[in-house]
């Protein structure tokens, strides 16, 4: 089947299997790796990129099912060759140790504010809780997210 949609402002187009998922999409026939495959059971996060804005684990999306949206991943966050600032907090506060689950929890990380730019810790904690990290304990993930917004702003 042939999809189109909008990756990171740019359009793209691509013949594909009905039943490949869109992280093997965005991966594989896009070269975008910087979405990472965790689980393939939308356990961790690791594979969370935006569509039309909202956060989304692109491990439990066809890519025929993102056909006509706009996806944005991690490579797309940034502008103009300056970080999100979001993924500026990250490396400030120490966020991220193996950086595997980074881009992922990242994404998640600025939907949350987009949803709710006044959070407060326990927001932070609850909104993510679907983003696994092994490495951090999030401490300094959520002081990174609430360096951007809520009531860390």
Not at 122 to 136: I, K, S
Request: proline share 3%; aromatic share 2%.
């Amino acid at each position: 089947m042939k999809v189109e949609m909008t990756v990171n402002g740019e359009s793209r187009s691509a013949d594909v299997e009905p039943r490949t998922l869109l992280v093997h999409f965005l991966r594989d026939d896009l070269g975008l790796t910087g979405t990472n495959i965790g689980c393939d059971t939308s356990s961790c996060g690791a594979c969370t990129v935006h569509i039309d804005g909202e956060s989304v684990k692109s491990c439990t999306v066809l890519a025929v099912q993102a056909d006509g949206a706009d996806v944005t991943t991690i490579e797309g966050l940034a502008g103009g060759g300056e970080l999100h600032p979001m993924q500026e907090a990250f490396m400030e506060c120490h966020g991220l140790q193996c950086g595997y689950c980074t881009p992922g929890m990242v994404m998640a990380a600025t939907s949350l504010l987009s949803e709710n730019p006044d959070v407060d810790e326990a927001g932070v904690r609850e909104g993510l809780e679907g983003n696994l990290c092994r490495c951090t304990g999030y401490h300094n993930i959520v002081k990174a997210v609430l360096s951007v917004g809520g009531d860390g702003s």
